[in-house]
């Protein structure tokens, strides 16, 4: 355990310095121990900064994305954030120390294997604010909301529009859009519900399945 400490802080302090991370992301990061969310033969390579196969041809996102996304965000204490693509739950449980007890994270899995993996990682290291669902993440999940911030962990062929329907005014988003070319797009609601968005630059995801997704 002492080992996979000292690989996740020097890991935190790194991209703390590269990345010049807001300090609330930063002590997520620190915090998390991703070793615990991926499959066994790969927890040595935990606190490398790289993507890892979770199984069902899906991934764990590198650590750098997960914090830049993070801080892209802007995330807050006490607020509701949806995220799109659970995967093994690591970017869920980054979130869910941001936001705090009093916020909330919603998290959507299409593959039922993984949200079972995922509930039981966040179960394991008592994460009492982050509800797991089982469904189509690009139609978002309208019970919850409307939500502070969303982000989306796989990239959609364009914004789904029940993402921006389900965004509060005043929200922010981040979503990965393109297939074989893809650009991570910031996209903000006003008070008065106006959409704008705008390009941070490119990135490399898993492509989003679903009715507003890839078929």
């Known amino acids: 355990m ?17 990345l010049n991370l807001s300090e609330r992301v930063f002590k997520a990061i620190l915090k998390v121990p991703r070793h615990i969310f991926v499959p066994p033969q790969y927890k040595i390579e935990a606190y490398i900064d790289t993507p890892l196969p979770i199984g069902h041809g899906q991934t764990i996102s590198a650590p750098h994305m997960v914090a ?9 204490e006490g607020e509701k954030v949806l ?18 007890k009093k916020g909330k994270v919603v998290t959507i899995e299409r593959i039922p294997e993984l949200a079972k993996t995922a509930i039981d990682n966040l179960r394991a290291l008592g994460y009492s604010n982050v509800l797991v669902v089982i469904g189509d993440g690009s139609k978002g999940y309208e019970p919850e909301s409307p939500y502070d911030k969303i982000y989306v962990t796989a990239a959609a062929p364009e914004i789904p529009k029940p993402l921006v329907n389900q965004l509060k005014l005043g929200g922010k988003m981040v979503i990965p859009i393109g297939n074989s070319i893809q650009w991570l797009y910031i996209v903000e609601k006003d008070e008065k519900g106006k959409i704008s968005k705008w390009n941070w630059g490119s990135v490399r995801f898993v492509p989003l399945i679903g009715e507003y997704g890839f078929r």
């Open 83 to 100: 995220e799109i693509g659970t995967g093994c739950g690591y970017h869920a449980a980054v979130v869910a120390e941001i936001v705090g």
């Open 2 to 18: 002492y080992e996979y400490e000292e690989k996740r802080k020097r890991l935190a302090e790194r991209l703390k310095y590269e």
């Open 68 to 76: 830049i996304m993070c801080d892209l965000l802007d995330l807050k």
